[in-house]
C-alpha cells in the first residue's frame, strides 16, 4: 500500500533563506508527482508537475527534484519571501490498473516564512 | 473568474441531518473529484466522475452519494451526517485527456462541523 510522508510538518525560515521540503513515498510505482500549495481558506494550487521519467522540474523560483528508486522528492525554493508561506503537499499518482488518476497525498508541510 | 466554485463554504449542521454541498467547474473538463481532507490534513480521494460516469469510488459510507447532472456539476448530498463527517471537502477537476498525466485544479473547500 502505498503511503506518502512530508517531513518536517512544519517550517519557519528568515526571509531570504532557501526552502527544502522533503516527500517520500513508499512504492516507486507512480506515474508522476505533483507538489501543490494550500493557503488558510483556499483550495490547492499545483506548483509543479514530474514525471516518472523526469528527474526534475523547475518553474522560476521553485525546483523539484525526484528520484523515483528511492522514494523521494526534494522541493527547493529559493530566496524565500513572506508571501511563499503556506502549506506544501506532495501528491503521488500510483501505477494500477484502477489508478483513474487518483491522487495520494501526504499531510504537508506548514511553512512560515519571516520578514 | 472562478474555475472550480464550491458552495457553501461552510456548513454547520445537527447529527443526524442531511445535507448537500455543489460543485461547478466551468473548465471545460471532464472530469471532477470530491476529497475529504480530515483534522490531520490528509486529503483522501473520495469519488470520480469522467463524462458523468462514476469510475472511482473509494470505500465511503454510502451516506455519501455524489451525483453528476452534468460534466460542469458534481454535487455531494450526505445522509445521517454523523460527528466523524466534519472536515474539509474539496471538489477537483482535470481536463480531457490522460487521466494519469493531467493536473488537478481544486475548489476552495467547504467546511463541514457537525455538532
Known amino acids: 500500500k502505498q503511503e506518502v510522508t512530508q517531513i518536517p510538518a512544519a517550517l519557519s525560515v528568515p526571509e531570504g533563506e532557501n526552502l527544502v521540503l522533503n516527500c517520500s513515498f513508499t512504492d516507486s510505482a507512480i506515474y508522476n508527482l505533483q507538489w501543490f500549495r494550500q493557503d488558510p481558506g483556499k483550495g490547492l494550487t499545483s506548483l509543479l508537475l514530474?514525471?516518472?521519467?523526469?528527474r526534475e522540474q523547475t518553474s522560476g523560483r521553485l525546483n523539484a527534484s525526484l528520484d523515483k528508486s528511492s522514494g523521494r522528492s526534494t522541493l527547493y525554493i529559493a530566496a524565500s519571501q513572506p508571501g511563499d508561506s503556506a502549506t506544501y503537499l506532495c501528491?503521488?499518482?500510483?501505477?494500477?490498473?484502477?489508478?483513474?488518476?487518483?491522487?495520494?497525498f501526504g499531510a504537508g508541510t506548514q511553512v512560515v516564512v519571516t520578514p | 473568474d472562478t474555475a472550480v466554485s464550491q458552495t457553501p463554504k461552510y456548513l454547520v449542521t445537527q447529527m443526524g441531518n442531511d445535507k448537500s454541498i455543489k460543485c461547478e467547474q466551468n473548465?471545460?473538463?471532464?472530469?471532477m473529484y470530491w476529497y475529504k481532507q480530515d483534522s490531520k490534513k490528509f486529503l483522501k480521494i473520495m469519488f470520480s466522475y469522467n463524462n458523468k460516469e462514476l469510475i472511482i469510488n473509494e470505500t465511503v459510507p454510502n451516506r455519501f452519494s455524489p451525483k453528476s447532472p452534468d460534466k460542469a456539476h458534481l454535487n455531494l448530498h450526505i445522509n445521517s451526517l454523523e460527528l466523524g463527517d466534519s472536515a474539509v471537502y474539496f471538489c477537483?477537476?482535470?481536463?480531457?485527456?490522460?487521466?494519469?498525466?493531467?493536473?488537478?485544479?481544486f475548489g476552495p473547500g467547504t467546511r463541514l462541523l457537525v455538532l
Open positions: 514530474i514525471q516518472s521519467s523526469q
Open positions: 501528491a503521488v499518482r500510483p501505477r494500477t490498473t484502477d489508478s483513474w488518476g487518483k491522487l495520494q
Open positions: 477537483a477537476s482535470s481536463p480531457p485527456g490522460d487521466l494519469t498525466q493531467e493536473t488537478q485544479y
Open positions: 473548465l471545460g473538463h471532464d472530469t
